[in-house]
C-alpha cells in the first residue's frame, strides 16, 4: 500500500483513493499564467522584492570598492602594516 493509491481516512487508518480526475490539466490552468488572456499571452507580473540597481550606480559601486581596496592596499604597504615577503 502507498499513499499514492491510500489516502488517510482521518482516525489512523487508510482508505482506497478514488480515481485521479480524466482531466489533470484543467487544475494547471490559472489566469496568472495566461489560460485566459487573449492568445494564451502571458500576464504582466511586477516582482515588488526586486529594485533594479540602476547601470551608473552600478558602475559607481565597483569602482569605489576598487578604489577603496587599491588605497587600502597603497597605505597598509607604505606603513609597513604588511610587508612583501623575501626569498632566502
Not at 500576464?43 to 569605489?64: G, H
Not at 581596496?69 to 615577503?85: D, E, N, P, R
Amino acid at each position: 500500500m502507498t499513499l499514492q493509491l491510500h489516502q488517510p481516512d482521518g482516525e489512523g487508518g487508510l482508505e482506497p483513493r478514488p480515481a485521479g480526475q480524466p482531466e489533470w490539466r484543467g487544475e494547471l490552468r490559472s489566469s496568472r499564467w495566461g489560460s485566459a488572456l487573449p492568445k494564451d499571452r502571458l500576464p504582466a507580473l511586477d516582482n515588488p522584492e526586486m529594485n533594479p540597481t540602476s547601470r551608473f550606480a552600478s558602475v559607481l559601486f565597483w569602482l569605489a570598492l576598487g578604489a577603496a581596496t587599491f588605497a587600502l592596499l597603497v597605505i597598509g604597504y607604505g606603513t609597513g602594516f604588511w610587508s612583501v615577503a623575501t626569498g632566502s
